[in-house]
């Protein structure tokens, strides 16, 4: 089977007991704890820093986080974040106003880089950084809160983005952010997703384990 990787978003985990959640999760098989900030300025909602993202290190959290930054300005918290413990660290095109420098700046941090697209941003901002990404993550929602549907227009840039990746023949990793669930997961990796963010589909069901088992049942159809 491909390697695909699960990434629950802890937007929707238990904030008051985020190290126990955040193991749990784990321990129920996922593979990377998807991690998102918002600067109610960039997006309309307010999350967590580095400082919980250094928390969860200082836990024993050990698994990769995927910082998925929507904040504007980027830079200034990319040092952050990678001594907090960041593994990836993402951010939004619009947010930057240098798009490869931001790229550059993370990787010399020892994190890959990656951009992420909004629903309606298109995929030429890759035209000439291709090789500086290491993670391409498309919204399928717009980027704020969790428990948000699937915008189905996605599948079909899910399939340009999942060409471009192959043509430039570097192992790119294609995310999906917003509204996966068990049934429509299939359908998002068979258009080329390969690491499927999930917030509310996993952390408002009590066994973890048994939704990303039915996650992984039906990725092995
Ligand atoms: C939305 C966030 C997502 C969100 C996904 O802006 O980037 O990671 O938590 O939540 P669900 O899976 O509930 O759509
Ligand atoms: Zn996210």
Same mark, same amino acid.
């Given at each position: 089977?491909k390697?695909?990787?699960?990434a629950?978003?802890?937007?929707s985990?238990?904030? &008051?007991?985020?190290g126990? !959640?955040? /193991?749990?999760? +784990?321990?129920?098989g996922?593979d990377v704890?998807?991690?998102? #900030?918002?600067d ?6 307010l999350t967590i820093?580095p400082m ?5 290190r200082d836990?024993?959290i ?7 930054l929507m904040?504007?300005p980027?830079d ?12 990836i660290i993402t951010f939004h095109?619009? &947010?930057s106003e240098?798009? !490869?420098? /931001?790229?550059g +700046? ?5 994190c890959?880089?990656?951009? #992420?697209?909004n629903p ?5 901002h890759?035209?000439?950084v291709?090789?500086?990404v ?5 919204m399928?929602?717009?980027?704020g ?9 996605t ?7 999942r ?7 570097r192992?790119?990793?294609l995310e999906?952010?917003?509204?996966v669930?068990?049934?429509n997961?299939?359908d ?6 390969d ?6 589909a996993i952390?408002s ?6 939704v990303?088992e039915q996650?992984r ?5």
């Open positions: 089977m390697d695909y990787l699960i629950p978003s802890i937007l985990a238990d904030f &008051a007991r985020l126990e !959640d955040v /193991t749990r999760v +784990l321990e129920a996922a704890v998807h991690f998102d #900030v918002m109610n300025h960039y997006v309309p909602n820093g919980v993202c250094k928390a969860l836990y024993g050990q698994a990769p986080i995927d910082v998925h904040v504007k980027v200034s918290l990319v040092p952050e974040f990678a001594k907090a413990g960041a593994s095109p619009e &947010a240098h798009i !490869d420098r /931001t790229l +700046l993370i990787r010399d941090h020892g890959q880089a990656g951009l #992420v697209f309606s941003t298109p995929l030429s890759l035209d000439y291709m090789d500086k290491d993670v391409i993550l498309l399928s929602v717009n980027p809160f969790g428990g948000q549907s699937f915008i189905a227009s599948l079909d840039k899910l399939r340009q983005a060409r471009r990746i192959d043509e430039s023949g192992p790119i990793r999906i952010d917003g509204g669930k068990v049934d997961i299939r998002i990796a068979e258009a080329g997703a690491m499927f963010v999930a917030g509310s952390f069901q009590p066994d973890y384990k048994a990303i996650m049942g039906e990725l092995a159809k």
